[in-house]
């Protein structure tokens, strides 16, 4: 098996925990006074997190939010949901960061959001911190924070501490050609890569990971990252299912469900937590497709970026009740 087994300590990961707002309205930006949904629990690690121990998994969240009322229910989200918080540290003067997301005609998204001026900017390494990555046997990075000077450390360092116990590392890519050209991004990037296992980009995320462009052809892109050190790619394919290559030649491919689309806000984080939550629960690479698969595409048929995340009984129900695009 690619990743650590469960047994031995929880999947951590390192990040921001958000409160957001959604606009109900169709329409460009926030210039005008516009009804919002929320707030909901949110921030892209925590997203994945939850799905994680929703699964089934044992997880642990390392993060900052504020001494407030949108602090107070992301923690108690966490922890109904089975997540470690005691790494969760809570700022007594910033608030916790808010992300507000509005809808465009062509289906984009306009997004304002107060994440690293917030409580979420005040993210340090703690005795409670400490015990955590001591004890984990997983730790998932988000590619966008390579680029933060102040979490890149910390996942530098709790990367080296979890593989040095034998544990496993994943990557969700998830940034921008842009960061990528950033040479000190790049570096951090390349880092990162080295050390993961599993790697879980959504579609040309991959050719971002391996430096290489869409011109250059899927296959020669993981080939490189194989040789750079990662065992297993899963690549999240929208509406086109997901596909999973491993170092060894095996390639596993698996339908998207028929859904109409809510909100897409965390369905890839949502993937992520269950096919990492599932990899390490010893499921064969089907089955962490097709749990994936049902986490995303459930979660896009709610309002709120955690509304959606399913227990696996709840992805089981969802799996025979809902027909493939095939």
Known sequence: MTLAADSLGPTVCIGEILTEFVATTIGSGFGEPIPLMGPYPSGAP??????CARFGGSAAMIGAVGNDEFGRMNIERLRRDNVDVSGIGIDPELPTGTA??????????DFVFNMWTSAAGSLA????????????????VMGTLLGNATVWPMIECAAEII????????????????LRADPTTSARVATMIAMSDLLLPSGDEIFVAAGLSPDEGEETAIKHL???GVSEIAIKRGRHGSSCHEADGTLTRVPAFRVKETDPTGAGDCF??????????GMSTRQCLTYANAAGARNVTFRGPMEGIGTRQELDRFIQETELSL
């Open 125 to 140: 390494w703690t005795d409670a911190v400490d015990a955590i990555v001591a004890r984990a046997g997983h730790l998932h």
């Open 100 to 109: 507000f997301v509005r809808y465009r005609p062509d289906g984009d998204r």
């Open 226 to 228: 194989f040789r750079l």
């Open 272 to 281: 992520g937590g269950a096919y990492v939550a599932a990899r390490r629960l």
């Open 46 to 51: 925590a997203i994945f997190i939850d799905q």
């Open 163 to 178: 593989s040095n116990r034998g544990g496993s590392i994943s990557l969700d890519p998830n940034m921008r050609k842009e």
